[in-house]
């Protein structure tokens, strides 16, 4: 049985200052706008037996639907500093596992999702206190039950099209854990974004649904949940980087009008970086982020683009003043990390030709910007913040890894490198399109797709316990499917995939996104799989006492809160 502990002992300790190198960006132009209620729908279930559009005319909406300007940007690659853009090997990859478990990691969930027919699927899920929700492109959701039983299905158009508003693509599932409620987005076919909460825990119930313009078709929204705010990241036309924040108390209360602020981040003309998103921090977990801190976003920086002098990742922090724009700023803190190169392209071509696929053209890696979606975890005595994106683990050969990485922040000082690898086994598979999270019990679960000349697209995990050596992934990597064909889409594979923590055993991982299928396109898959910790294994929660003040002695008295999280029972410890 796993207990809470708390234990009191006496400390000498130091207190040390980490210098700062959080700066507030200059020249952000924030606006402010409103998200505005359209109505509150009928319970789905209700509008699902209502439902009387025959076949024929479903098909006819589909053919008569307008495409949606996706990926404005895609594909300038034009290397600025040629001399930064291969520095190397890899200095951190990882080419193999050397997990010492004796028992095989084996997924607790492993079915086929929604599909949509034909490629893009986007695929997004979250995991909620009784049900998985699961979205595909242009758009179907589905409600499934936690052993993997689809319970109900039903279009976009059922939620929206009962306010007015018609689906476009580009959904977004998320499940406010704090809450236990459902937020279902997308766009429409217009300058707009759509976001709908479920009034209670039942996705099958009743919604509110709003929507909010932006001034350019919002190409590729990705959505996160914070304290204070639902954020969202937006590729659109022109300009700079673009993140919203919409005020999270409004919207959970049903108001008519909910806030939001819309900062655009100047940015360097001239580069390779057409397609310029940033990625917001999606909050895991029961133990809210200290108050007033975050919400964050992370962009990618390569050095030889011409923007940094150093590859790295940028991390603004939003400090927002829900009363005044005026007083609200975006900061940032640039972390250097290892050299990469997120353009690990062996077979570029036509449209988003990549990574290599067995029989056919390049398979779109989702290269130079980071996944959907980085994963933020407050453990109490630190927190921690975990990311991936694709990258070339050779010396310029064009061999595509994971490269992931975990910030932590530790007693009030600023954001700092924990832990960084780039997963890139030397089987001939390369590895791109994940999702990477946090357990509370400070394991990381990692999930991906891969493919190869000899292998067709298929999906696998990994991951590691908190006590594991830094950078390496320790679980042996397990095959979820393999793929069964070659995908004839002109490079067009998955535009995303989603991971996520389940509320009620928060070490369990649930993980949706595409393969290839036997006749030449794809299907989605949900699946979950658990990483529990160490054997033995006592984490620390928390500071009790004393208190951040200036006179502290070397010789205070301390009271600290720490959590059993291994395996085994635990009477005595040490610290």
């Known amino acids: 049985m796993k207990k809470l502990l708390s234990l009191l002992f006496v400390l000498s300790f130091a207190i040390a200052i980490q210098a700062q190198n959080k700066k507030i960006v200059e020249g952000v132009k924030v606006q402010h706008t409103f998200a505005e209620k359209l109505g509150t729908t009928p319970a789905i279930r209700d509008l699902i037996k209502k439902e009387s559009i025959s076949p024929e005319k479903k098909d006819l909406w589909k053919k008569n639907k307008a495409v949606p300007p996706n990926f404005k940007g895609r594909g300038q690659n034009s290397t600025i500093i040629p001399e930064l853009e291969h520095q190397g090997p890899d200095p951190v990859r990882q080419t193999g596992f050397n997990s010492t478990r004796t028992m095989p990691n084996e997924p607790l969930v492993n079915v086929d999702g929604l599909t949509r027919g034909s490629p893009p699927n986007d695929p997004t899920g979250d995991i909620g206190k009784d049900y998985y929700l699961q979205a595909v492109n242009a758009t179907q959701i589905g409600v499934f039950d936690k052993s993997g039983n689809l319970i109900e299905q039903f279009s976009g158009n059922t939620l929206w099209s009962s306010i007015g508003f018609s689906s476009a693509g580009d959904p977004i599932i998320m499940y406010d854990q704090e809450i236990n409620r459902w937020i279902i987005t997308e766009f429409p076919p217009s300058n707009n974004l759509l976001i709908a909460i479920s009034l209670t825990s039942d996705p099958l119930g009743s919604y509110d649904a709003y929507n909010f313009g932006t001034p350019s078709f919002p190409d590729y929204p990705k959505w996160g949940i914070w304290s204070d705010s639902y954020t969202v990241t937006t590729n659109e036309f022109g300009g700079g980087l673009k993140v919203y924040a919409m005020n999270r108390e409004q919207l959970i209360n049903g108001a008519d009008n909910v806030d939001i602020q819309r900062f655009e981040i100047p940015r360097q003309t001239g580069t390779e970086q057409g397609f310029l998103v940033a990625t917001p921090v999606d909050w895991s977990g029961t133990t809210r982020p200290p108050v007033g801190e975050g919400p964050y976003y992370l962009k990618l920086e390569d050095s030889s683009w011409g923007t940094v002098a150093e590859d790295a990742i940028h991390v603004y922090e939003l400090d927002i003043d829900w009363a005044d724009i005026n007083n609200s700023n975006l900061n940032l803190t640039e972390i250097v990390t290892a050299p990469f190169d997120p353009f690990p392209c062996a077979v570029p071509g036509v449209g988003f030709s990549c990574v290599p696929q067995q029989g056919g053209a ?22 921690s913040m975990v990311l991936n994106f694709v990258s070339d683990a050779t010396d310029g050969e064009n061999y595509a890894g994971i490269r992931w990485m975990e910030f932590r922040k530790i007693c009030g000082s600023e954001w700092s490198l924990y832990q960084e690898g780039t997963l890139a086994p030397d089987d001939g598979k390369e590895r791109f399109l994940g999702g990477i999270a946090l357990g509370e019990n400070g394991s990381i679960g990692l999930a991906y797709n891969f493919a190869g000349v000899n292998s067709y697209a298929g999906i696998a995990y990994t991951g590691r316990t908190a006590g594991d050596p830094l950078g390496e992934m320790t679980i042996e990597e397990v095959i979820v499917v393999e793929g069964g064909g070659t995908i004839n889409s002109n490079g067009r594979f998955a535009d995303y995939s989603h991971i996520s923590v389940d509320p009620e055993k928060e070490n369990t991982f649930w993980f949706t996104t595409s393969y290839a299928n036997t006749v030449g396109g794809t299907k989605t898959r949900i699946l979950s799989f658990e990483i ?24 205070e008295e301390i009271s600290i809160l720490v959590k059993n999280v291994g395996i085994d029972s635990v009477q005595k410890f040490k610290v």
Do not use: V
Request: aromatic share 8%; proline share 4%; glycine share 8%.
């Open 362 to 383: 390049g398979l779109d890696a989702n290269q130079e910007y980071i996944m959907n979606n980085p994963q933020y975890r407050n453990f109490g005595s630190y927190e």
């Open 532 to 555: 529990e910790g160490d054997t033995s294994d006592i984490a620390l929660l928390s500071l009790e006492s004393p208190s951040d003040r200036a006179n502290l002695t070397d010789g």
